[in-house]
């Protein structure tokens, strides 16, 4: 456990990095610049956004299940618990977010500039509020259709980061699951797309440092009890005999 709780730890603090970073810089999100930069973001975002996420975890499920090999009884196992984990952060997201209640950036935005009172559109439904939207951005030249209809598409509360909890959940459960074993570079791949995510939700004026530092730290939980799960019940995490001695042969030769 003490090996899952440092590895797991080490992650998080890669990923928080960049949040806390911002926070303390005093950055404020502002509409600017919508460039292939900005655009690029957005498609890391996507990545995350419904229906893509449930594809992106299709595609990491079996990706760590390749890399691991279970056999097929505690592969299944491993496959509950990793999702369960990613499901279970995702609940966690809305309980707290209706608690909380937090503006996204882009809704303070569109307060100051287009006279929107935030109180009462949170007071709408979802659908209500995409028409608000919709409405007060219909005519603004300044901004692309496409970052509109993703404000549109989401108008739901700040606090924590659910697409962040997403991405930062697969990372660590990379780092968790995947480093006894040497997969350098899937964890490196994993860990740069999840700051990615993570930075998109900032770019596009989605969500506040803070939301993002929360959402990670909720998933460095999660993951380590998932992690502990796995090595508990499907088998150990360590390397077997036979993929040692590739490992050996593979450094080898570098």
């Not at 509109?148 to 924590?160: I, L, V």
């Not at 909890?165 to 570079?185: D, K």
Request: aromatic share 12%.
């Amino acid at each position: 456990m003490l090996k899952i709780v440092q590895r797991t730890t080490i992650g998080a603090f890669l990923l928080l990095i960049m949040p806390l970073s911002v926070w303390l810089s005093g950055w404020q999100w502002q509409p600017g610049s919508h460039g292939a930069l900005l655009k690029f973001l957005f498609w890391m975002t996507e990545t995350v956004t419904s229906p893509w996420g449930t594809l992106t975890s299709l595609l990491l499920s079996a990706w760590v299940l390749w890399c691991l090999r279970f056999r097929l009884r505690p592969a299944i196992l491993l496959l509950i618990i990793m999702n369960g984990a990613i499901l279970t952060g995702q609940y966690t997201k809305s309980f707290i977010k209706d608690q909380v209640q937090e503006p996204r950036p882009y809704v303070m935005w569109l307060a100051k500039s287009h006279g929107l009172d935030e109180h009462q559109f949170y007071e709408l439904k979802r659908k209500q509020r995409s028409q608000v939207v919709e409405q007060l951005l219909a005519n603004d030249a300044t901004l692309p259709g496409w970052l509109k209809k993703h404000w549109a598409f989401e108008t739901g509360f700040a606090f924590p980061s659910g697409h962040t909890l997403f991405a930062a959940s697969w990372a660590l459960l990379a780092i968790g699951l995947l480093w006894p074993r040497r997969h350098t570079l899937t964890i490196v791949v994993v860990f740069v797309w999840a700051s990615l995510v993570m930075g998109s939700r900032l770019m596009l004026g989605m969500h506040w440092p803070r939301d993002l530092v929360m959402a990670t730290l909720i998933s460095w939980l999660l993951v380590m009890i998932a992690t502990w799960l796995a090595q508990r019940f499907c088998g150990p995490l360590s390397v077997p005999p036979p993929e040692a001695k590739e490992i050996a042969q593979r450094d080898d030769g570098l």
